[in-house]
């Protein structure tokens, strides 16, 4: 696995991470 792939597996996870967090505090 290469750098940039892992860049943009962090990059997902903290993508997800937002979304989760946005979403929990309108619901």
Do not use: H, I, K
């Not at 750098?3 to 619901?27: D, G, H, I, K």
């Amino acid at each position: 696995m290469d750098q940039s792939a892992s860049l943009n597996s962090s990059f997902l996870s903290y993508l997800c991470l937002l979304f989760f967090s946005s979403s929990r505090v309108y619901l």
